[in-house]
């Protein structure tokens, strides 16, 4: 059985820092693994995804990184701005596109001016 | 804006009561999916369909039913609601290309 795993639980910045998140999953049988943003009472925006053949996507000020073999993802934030506050949610598809997409607890991610 | 559609947005019943919720997607995906999402739970998948004409059970069906009308739309019916099932309730879609793509989430509460 998948299990995905993101630390820290919390995230407290100043604006302009440069942070990591990370993501770790014990089954390396992905299809992708997606990060996600969801803002209190709202949905989930997809940020970038990584197909298992793929070691990194970039979109903007974000990155992220893909190693199967050691089972981890990180998603890099540069340049941290008070609108990245959120909670972020990494998710790896199983065995098909379709594959149950199974999700990490997320982290509180604040960054205060 | 292309995406998918959830409706309604809100909704309260009361125990015992039926209603359906409605998920419409304009991507032209062949994959889409049911989740709830509860405090310290996480996402939870409740049903899936692979593509058009099939559907399978998730983690958590028991207490719901699912039907895949047509490749865009995608329901999911409580026929007895309880308050074990206030939660809220994300529509998604995927190809095998873009990953998932959420609606904006339909919060029910079940009184």
């Known amino acids: 059985k998948q299990e995905v795993t993101q630390i820290p639980a919390a995230l407290s910045v100043p604006e302009g820092e440069n942070l990591v998140l990370n993501c770790s999953f014990t089954?390396?049988?992905?299809?992708?693994l997606q990060w996600f943003r969801q803002d209190p009472g709202k949905g989930l925006t997809s940020l970038l995804l990584i197909q298992s053949s793929q070691r990194e996507q970039t979109s903007g000020r974000l990155n992220a990184s893909l190693d199967k073999s050691s089972g981890r993802s990180t998603l890099y934030i540069a340049a941290s701005q008070p609108g990245d506050s959120a909670t972020y949610l990494c998710?790896?598809?199983?065995?098909?596109?379709?594959?149950?997409?199974?999700f990490g607890q997320g982290t509180i991610l604040t960054v205060h001016p | 804006n292309a995406g998918v559609t959830q409706t309604p947005k809100f909704q309260v019943l009361k125990t015992g009561q039926s209603m359906t919720l409605q998920c419409a997607q304009d991507?032209?995906?062949?994959?889409m999916y049911w989740y709830r999402q509860d405090p310290g739970m996480g996402l939870r998948l409740i049903y899936y369909s692979a593509s058009e004409g099939t559907t399978d059970k998730g983690e958590v069906p028991n207490g719901y039913n699912v039907s895949r009308l047509n490749k865009r739309e995608f329901s999911l019916r409580l026929e007895s609601a309880a308050p074990s099932q206030t939660s809220v309730y994300f529509c998604a879609s995927s190809e095998s290309w873009t990953g998932r793509t959420f609606g904006s989430g339909t919060r029910l509460t079940v009184v």
């Open positions: 991507m032209n995906h062949n994959s």
């Open positions: 998710a790896s598809s199983g065995g098909t596109s379709y594959g149950k997409l199974t």
């Open positions: 089954d390396s049988a992905i299809y992708n």
